[in-house]
Nanobody
């Protein structure tokens, strides 16, 4: 059973930095790509939470980022510790939200922008519980 546990969220001022961690267990990485998503406050459509993909890492180490975070966020993985990280710098209030670590089923490992069409599917990913990031101006 795949289990993901995030940590590292908190409150920072604009321009600050945070590093999120995701402890991963029970996973066969060949079945998934790993990603970080965020849900901004009040972002729901028809009662379904709208989660935006911000960073993704494939098994071969390839990474991709949403345009809004490119150059500021870095996704990385420590396989020895089974931990996924998201280093966030130059944070701004628009980065505020709940951040989720996800093991995305390979069938849905599309470009980050395209994942939004599938993110509500129950078979899309295994999710962590989320960690809150709040950036004040």
């Amino acid at each position: 059973q795949v289990d993901l546990v995030e940590s590292g969220g908190g409150s920072v001022q604009s321009g600050g930095s945070l590093r999120l961690s995701c402890a991963v267990s029970g996973i066969d990485y060949s079945d998934y790509c790993m990603a970080w998503f965020r849900q901004a406050p009040g972002k729901e459509r028809d009662g379904v939470a709208q989660r935006e993909g911000v960073a993704r890492m494939d098994n071969d180490g390839t990474t991709m980022y949403a345009e809004s975070v490119k150059g500021r966020f870095t996704i990385s993985q420590d396989n020895a510790k089974n931990t996924l990280y998201l280093q966030m710098t130059s944070l701004n209030p628009e980065d505020t939200g709940m951040y989720y670590c996800a093991a995305v089923q390979l069938a849905f490992c599309f470009a980050l922008g395209d994942m939004k069409w599938y993110v509500a599917r129950p078979d899309f990913a295994v999710w962590g519980q989320g960690t809150q990031v709040t950036v004040s101006s």
